[in-house]
């Protein structure tokens, strides 16, 4: 009975690391270069409202023909160039994209 329940105890702390590692993995992916978030708020004041396009400009200028920005929840990746948007969005669009099998398409 006790070597079961230290089975259990053993089973369910795996568990918790392998998805704490997980989740700490996820976060540390690296992505484009961008502007250097700000602490809670990340890169929210960065975020244009008026003329986007001048300041994504500016930044594929600065950062390349991809910029990571990133808001409290969600990360946003700018492309700034027709030829890396093909690349990635239509030559690689397999690995990028996937879509629920619809059962009634294939009838």
Same mark, same amino acid.
């Given at each position: 009975?006790?070597?079961?329940?230290?089975?259990?105890?053993?089973?369910?702390?795996?568990?918790?690391?392998?998805?704490?590692?997980?989740?700490?993995?996820?976060?540390?992916?690296?992505?484009?270069? %961008?502007?250097?978030?700000?602490?809670?708020?990340?890169?929210?004041?960065?975020?244009?409202?008026?003329?986007?396009?001048?300041?994504?400009?500016?930044? %594929?200028?600065?950062? %390349?023909?991809?910029?990571?920005?990133?808001?409290?929840?969600?990360?946003?990746?700018?492309?700034?160039?027709?030829?890396?948007?093909?690349?990635?969005?239509?030559?690689?669009?397999?690995?990028?994209?996937?879509?629920?099998?619809?059962?009634?398409?294939?009838?």
């Amino acid at each position: 009975m006790h070597s079961l329940a230290l089975l259990v105890l053993a089973v369910v702390a795996l568990r918790v690391l392998h998805n704490v590692f997980r989740a700490w993995h996820r976060r540390h992916l690296s992505f484009p270069p %961008g502007p250097p978030p700000y602490p809670l708020i990340w890169n929210y004041l960065d975020l244009p409202t008026k003329l986007p396009w001048l300041t994504y400009t500016k930044w %594929g200028i600065q950062y %390349g023909d991809l910029v990571h920005v990133s808001v409290p929840g969600q990360h946003i990746v700018v492309v700034n160039s027709a030829k890396t948007a093909v690349e990635l969005l239509d030559k690689r669009s397999h690995i990028y994209s996937d879509r629920p099998v619809s059962t009634m398409v294939e009838l």
